[in-house]
């Protein structure tokens, strides 16, 4: 049964006739319809392409092509597709015998001008048996091709001497400038069940194709060929190429950075590489730093030989790096810094002095408290001993020391000066406390403004140890000093552990009234936050009792910290939980 209008693919240049094919009628059941219905094309291309994307029944070829392009197509029709009736519309012999050879293609050879004067009924009827044809030997390639053209990958079909049988539309594409995409094409690259093997190829553009192309022997037609699979592999090359760009900047980076170093880098970089880097773990809430045994082998130490405390690790800093080190861990700790690193020296077994380099990252919970801080020790001391011979050997640097001489002794006696934090409740301690009321003092004393002290006492805390344990005492003076840091936020006040269970907060330019108010508000917070008491008649929960003293401090601190401590007795003897403000001078 022949259904209308018939698919034709018309293969000419510029042909009169075709106007006169598309215009030919016939009768069906007493309705006129098209006879054909023509998609006309130029060039072999696009004519093998149109094959892969609308079904045709019959094929037009005009004597108005040249004589290689009419040979290339029906080569490639005979035995790449499954057969389709061919017309070749010549007045001449142009055809290479070869091509009517193929048992698989069915070509007609007819005169143009009186193909277009036939009568239509025959023709239909010699078009109807060759339809029969078509249709019993394309069942056999039809299922297999369709899958092969919708495969959203390049897929090529080649034979066993490398002649390409069939590609599909995504291996068009990838191998649109390769001079692949002609049925007929040589294919010369490896074939070989189970190869795999990268092709470098050009787009359109000139920019450069990187296809990666699998190999799997098939049967096709009943006869052997090779399923080649085509991937453009080109992005992924392009982002390795990329990382190793990266790479190389980074590396040219730390080139530059280490200019200085030129004469003995090479030495440098050997020792450098064969060192290995010593990991600590420190566990805020414990109190213990837990060192790898690269850590200690650094340093010549065996187990046991270094405690497992801040204290054991600070006692190994040489005593010029100290003020340093502890003023970058406090900027850190505060929260300053993104991330702690420094080289310093620190002492080896031996009674010398080790350059390393320290990382380390702190680690918070949900409720961003701190509860962990992990690093790395790398030993850089031939680096740091390079850089400190070369500096010396070079007369522009003699300069720089000595104009730096005076900042850096000055800078020296500060650090001497710095303040580490409490290991216990994470706030500043006695010693950073007494630093900053010696500058607090220095300040206001020229500006004549107040300085106000609150001196903070736990009530009942020795019944409360007694009562619920050393520890939870540790617990209850942490959540008394988490409260009292919430509350004297302001960036200049200053919250610090004087002792046991005393606490000390310095609010610069603050007058007694003012004073007063934050005492108050301390006061509620701690008791705010319901930290079970002892069995006393104060409370239901931990309270605080707290003593305030202001003056312009033109004598000193010593005076106002005495005033503010009796003010602190007078609030625990006159029944604790309240806020009680001394007497300095003639101010109360």
């Not at 510029?14 to 016939?26: D, K, R, V, Y």
């Not at 209850?476 to 000390?504: H, M, N, P």
């Amino acid at each position: 049964m022949v259904e209308f209008p018939i698919p034709v693919l018309l293969f000419a240049h510029q042909w009169e006739g075709s106007s006169q094919l598309a215009a030919m009628q016939t009768t069906v059941d007493g309705v006129s319809l098209p006879l054909f219905q023509l998609t006309i094309v130029e060039s072999a291309d696009a004519a093998i392409n149109q094959l892969f994307t609308i079904e045709h029944r019959l094929i037009f070829l005009h004597e108005s092509l040249a004589d290689a392009e009419i040979s290339q197509f029906i080569t490639y029709c005979s035995s790449r597709i499954a057969p389709i009736p061919m017309f070749c519309l010549v007045e001449r012999e142009v055809l290479p015998g070869e091509c009517f050879s193929s048992s698989d293609a069915v070509i007609y050879r007819l005169s143009a001008s009186e193909f277009v004067k036939c009568n239509v009924p025959a023709l239909v009827c010699m078009l109807a048996r060759e339809f029969g044809k078509y249709q019993r030997t394309s069942v056999r390639l039809d299922g297999l091709q369709t899958i092969v053209h919708q495969m959203p990958g390049g897929m090529l079909v080649v034979d066993a001497q490398g002649v390409i049988l069939l590609l599909n539309i995504a291996a068009m594409a990838l191998l649109e400038n390769s001079g692949l995409t002609m049925g007929g094409a040589k294919y010369d690259y490896p074939l070989g069940d189970g190869q795999d093997y990268v092709i470098n190829l050009k787009r359109m553009g000139g920019a450069p194709l990187l296809v990666e192309a699998t190999v799997k022997e098939i049967r096709w037609q009943n006869a052997p060929a090779f399923l080649v699979n085509l991937f453009d592999t080109s992005e992924h090359i392009l982002l390795n190429r990329q990382l190793e760009k990266r790479m190389q900047e980074r590396t040219l980076q730390i080139e530059k950075m280490n200019l200085v170093l030129q004469d003995s880098l090479d030495r440098t970089e050997l020792v450098m590489n064969a060192s290995t880097a010593g990991i600590w773990d420190w566990d805020i809430f414990a109190g213990t730093i837990e060192f790898s045994p690269q850590w200690r082998q650094m340093l010549g130490y065996v187990d046991g030989e270094v405690g497992n405390t801040f204290l054991s690790w600070i006692e190994l800093i040489h005593a010029d790096d100290l003020g340093a080190f502890l003023m970058a861990w406090s900027s850190y700790m505060e929260g300053s810094l993104d991330l702690f690193q420094m080289e310093y020296r620190v002492k080896h077994k031996s009674d010398g002095y080790l350059w390393v380099s320290i990382v380390g990252r702190k680690y918070v919970d949900r409720s961003e408290k701190l509860y962990r801080m992990v690093g790395t020790h790398t030993n850089i001391h031939a680096r740091k001993c390079a850089e400190i011979e070369l500096s010396t050997q070079r007369e522009n640097l003699e300069k720089i020391v000595q104009s730096r001489t005076e900042e850096l002794q000055i800078a020296n006696d500060t650090l001497q000066k710095i303040a580490v934090l409490d290991p216990l409740t994470g706030i500043s301690n006695r010693r950073a406390l007494d630093a900053r009321l010696r500058v607090e003092c220095r300040r206001l004393a020229r500006e004549e403004s107040y300085l106000s002290i609150l001196m903070i006492d736990v009530d009942f805390f020795k019944q409360y140890n007694d009562s619920f344990g050393h520890q939870a005492g540790d617990e209850c003076l942490i959540k008394v000093a988490k409260a009292l840091s919430q509350t004297s936020s302001r960036g200049a006040d200053f919250v610090a552990r004087y002792g046991g269970e005393e606490f000390v907060i310095l609010l610069p330019s603050t007058n007694a009234e003012g004073a007063l108010q934050i005492a108050r508000s301390v006061r509620k917070a701690v008791e705010a936050a319901s930290i079970p008491a002892a069995n006393t008649q104060v409370s239901d929960w931990v309270t605080v009792s707290v003593g305030v003293a202001a003056a312009v401090p033109t004598e000193g601190a010593e005076s106002i910290l005495k005033a503010a401590d009796e003010a602190l007795y007078e609030a625990k003897r006159s029944g604790r939980n309240r806020v009680h403000l001394g007497i300095y001078g003639n101010q109360s």
